[in-house]
């Protein structure tokens, strides 16, 4: 379900920092992630690690005998297989076979079943590969009558196909406050990329149409730059590209106190792994892959080919990276819930974006795909360590984050707890740029953005 398409727009939406900005807080529930391959891993933790020889294993014995791979609760690697002979070699590779009714396959072509009936806004889908089904969840918009039609279509797929009810509504998360208005809403950057025509803030597609300009300061004068390439619905991505052509810095996310992680690669994430997500309303937060291939259909459209988590975001976080041991695995695109009453949130895959972008991360060694950016899979020896539980990964390597001169002081404040609630901010690079246009002067400006965003999207 992914388009590689590459696709210029600009787009305004409240940045709370530049090369790390947080979006909106935009949440989708519209995708379908694949299982990531070996190679578009980095790193080299047991985390890692595990999730590669799972993955290598996945890729050797083929969807028809397979059901994806997982990290469990004590760090070892899980394979679901469909028959003994498969479970047989996976315990050979030292990792942890468990023998399941249904193939990835039979999964796949459950979401395809279910991508081609008529679309139900507040729906969203994604393979569980624990326990072996597709799960399908309404939110509380969807009327009970389109409810007893997605379950007949649920019933005439089988028993890989699950139903059950969610409280909330699936929304993009983007900030509605006068602030934004003029583009839509808050929202925060991802990473910093690069191209042969530039350098540019990797961010979520939905916070805005082509054409937005981000600004540094709260007045909307000090302009850092215009999104020109996006993809939303369908995918959710989008490029703002630096007005100056050179992103201020690397990939740098900070998480407080003058401290920030830096990014050092780019991958795919694995079912069980322990991830983190900054913010510029919820801050850091950190919870579990809990599924791939995900989709979800929002008010706007759907949007496919996302990352399902129990991270939790609010209006704000939408763009914002995820990440986890210093690698980028995703931007935030969009979900149900709230940090106070817990919720599930979808990510972007980086991956995806930068191969369909043709971009890469600032810093990283320029390649034509983004598992170029990734080092070798490690070998099965060095696959084979102690294996860790996944709940004690940690975002990365922690250095201080230094920002001179008045771009400084400009970050103390937005990143001030009493100013932006927890107040962390991404930041890729050494300058945070806050999207702003908090005063809009007449109804005039408001009524033709409005008709200008509506004309954009559909």
Known sequence: MRHARRRIVQRGARIAAVGGLLCGGLMVTHAMASEPSATSRAGESSTQAAADRGARLVSTLGT??????????????????????????????GARPKVVDHSMQDLKSATETLSSAPRVTGTAWAVDYKNNEVVVRADSTV?????????????????????????????????????????????????????PQGQFILTAGHCGPAGSVWFADEQGTQQVGRTITTSFPGDDYSLVQYDTGKAPGDNIVAIGGGQGVRITGVADPTVGQRVFRSGSTSGLRDGQVTALNATVNYPEGTVSGLIETTVCAEPGDSGGPLFSEGIALGVTSGGNGDCTSGGTTFFQPVTTALEELGVTLVGQPQASSPTAQASAAPSASASQGAAVAPGSAAPGAVESVDIPGTAGTLIARLTDPRNVGPGLLVIAGSIIALVATRYIRTEQDRNRYRRQYSQSWG
């Open 64 to 93: 028809s005998r397979t059901a994806g791979s997982w990290i469990a609760a004590d760090g070892q690697p899980v394979v679901a297989v469909t028959d003994t002979g498969a479970a047989a070699e996976v315990k050979q590779a």
């Open 143 to 195: 009327s009970t009558s389109d409810w007893s039609r997605m379950t007949t279509l649920a019933e005439g797929i089988g028993d890989s196909v699950r139903m059950e009810r969610t409280e909330g509504t699936f929304t993009t998360r983007l900030n509605g406050a006068d602030a934004l208005l003029s583009t839509g809403g808050r929202c925060s950057a991802g990473f910093n990329v690069t191209a």
